[in-house]
């Protein structure tokens, strides 16, 4: 098949065409004589997956390293850069609903007071700017690509950082008590430890987790468990699709700022009538001078939660390790 007829047939330009071909995602048969390009299905199928990824926001690299572990058959590697996709997509999506709330909020500011003074266009656009760096501020500051492997041996220790581990996944499940049909989400699910316990129990579960090779791990120990790459500050799921969201061990990599921004995105999957559950090394000083700014703050959690509607509830598990629950319907709470 000639350009001509690929181009009618895909719907392109042949500018686009050789422009794919320049960047080496592309290599059709040239006629010795003429240099006239001829291509196959191969080429057409090729070029229709480009033309897909490129609608899907993907850069022209990371098409061509997708391409690349698609000759290679590595449907492992594919996949990972498919969900890397995506989960840059979701952070975009984030960041462009933000700017819409923030007109909102402009015009319901002109609206109430028939004007919109210069200071409320200021603390709305600077709120605006901080929370889109706090999102963007993510990174993966403690390798845990390499950590992966020695995963399940540290935890299992059930010492250090990970002191009474096995006893905060099963508090937990207690304190969720899932219900048939419930559909669950585990947030920095790691190697799957916390996801299987409620799966063991016949639970529907889904995991998120921001590195690659845990999730590599977690696939290989638990194939039945649906997990996607990404973070606390923009997790790849649409409005209220869970009935519960549980995370252990991973709330506290998150800073300060970044804090009530996962919040934020938890409620935003979770159902109106949803339960939360965060075990996590938590700082119970009230920021008295003794409290250590390495982990969240306890009095802060629960005071998002009070003023975001919802009611919670703190469990001790030893000094520094902490459960807090925290659901808008009360009679979760009992």
């Not at 506290?252 to 979770?270: M, N, S």
């Not at 959690?301 to 001790?316: A, H, I, K, M, Q």
Request: net charge negative; hydrophobic share 35%.
């Amino acid at each position: 098949m000639k350009i001509k007829e690929v181009t009618n047939k895909l719907n392109i330009s042949p500018r686009a065409v050789r422009f794919y071909e320049h960047k080496g995602l592309l290599s059709p048969s040239k006629h010795p004589d003429n240099q006239y390009r001829t291509f196959t299905d191969k080429d057409i199928w090729r070029l229709q997956t480009i033309i897909s990824l490129r609608e899907a926001g993907m850069s022209i690299s990371d098409i061509k390293q997708a391409l690349e572990s698609w000759d290679e058959d590595d449907k492992e590697e594919l996949q990972y850069y498919l969900e890397l996709q995506r989960s840059v997509m979701m952070s975009e999506w984030l960041q462009i609903k933000q700017a819409i709330e923030t007109t909102e909020h402009m015009i319901q500011l002109l609206k109430t007071e028939q004007s919109l003074p210069l200071e409320h266009i200021f603390q709305l656009a600077e709120a605006s700017k901080k929370r889109r760096e706090h999102r963007g501020n993510w990174e993966d500051r403690w390798n845990f690509n390499q950590l992966a492997t020695t995963h399940d041996e540290r935890v299992s220790a059930n010492s250090g950082n990970y002191a009474d581990y096995d006893q905060a996944l099963d508090l937990i499940v207690r304190q969720i008590r899932p219900i048939d049909n419930e559909q669950g989400l585990d947030i920095g699910t790691g190697t799957g430890n916390l996801a299987v316990r409620f799966m063991d129990l016949g639970h529907t579960m889904s995991g998120v987790d921001q590195s690659k090779e845990m999730l590599r791990l977690c696939h290989k120990k638990h194939p039945s468990l649906e997990t996607r790459l990404g973070n606390f500050l923009a997790l790849p799921y649409l409005e209220e699709q869970f009935d519960f969201v549980v995370s252990s061990f991973a709330f506290h990599h998150l800073t300060p700022d970044q804090q009530p921004l996962a919040l934020e995105e938890i409620g935003r999957v979770l159902k109106p009538s949803g339960r939360i559950c965060i075990a996590d090394l938590m700082e119970s000083n009230n920021g008295s001078k003794e409290s250590s700014p390495d982990y969240p703050s306890i009095h802060s959690l629960v005071d998002w939660f009070e003023r975001n509607g919802y009611n919670s509830v703190v469990t001790p598990v030893n000094k520094r390790l902490h459960l807090i629950y925290a659901s808008k319907d009360e009679q979760h709470l009992v």
